[in-house]
């Protein structure tokens, strides 16, 4: 899997490996729970802005983005989401 993540540049076939792994490991819907868990973080630490007309765009902002974690991603997506670069693993 870090081969194809690495590589360059990606074929059909290779998004779909890493579209059949992203489903059989469950990511996309790991993502999706850690993203409400720091949209839920994110949301205490604005609580003291209250009134202040941003506060509710910063919300909008991120449910806007936790919302569009889909369990069934297109090629297209994965081949965006996969082309960025991977933290060094220890």
């Known amino acids: 899997m870090r081969r194809l993540i690495l590589k360059r540049r990606k074929t059909s076939a290779d998004l779909k ?12 819907q ?15 630490a604005l609580e003291p802005l209250d009134g202040n ?6 919300r909008d902002c991120a449910e ?3 919302t569009g974690i889909t369990d069934d991603p297109s090629p297209f ?3 965006r989401v996969i082309s960025f670069p991977m933290p060094a693993v220890p």
């Open 77 to 79: 997506f994965v081949s």
């Open 30 to 44: 790991y993502a999706r729970r850690r993203a409400r868990d720091f949209t839920a973080e994110a949301f205490r």
């Open 64 to 66: 806007f983005f936790v």
């Open 17 to 28: 490996v890493l579209l059949k792994l992203l489903r059989k490991y469950q990511s996309l």
């Open 53 to 58: 007309p941003v506060k509710n765009d910063l």
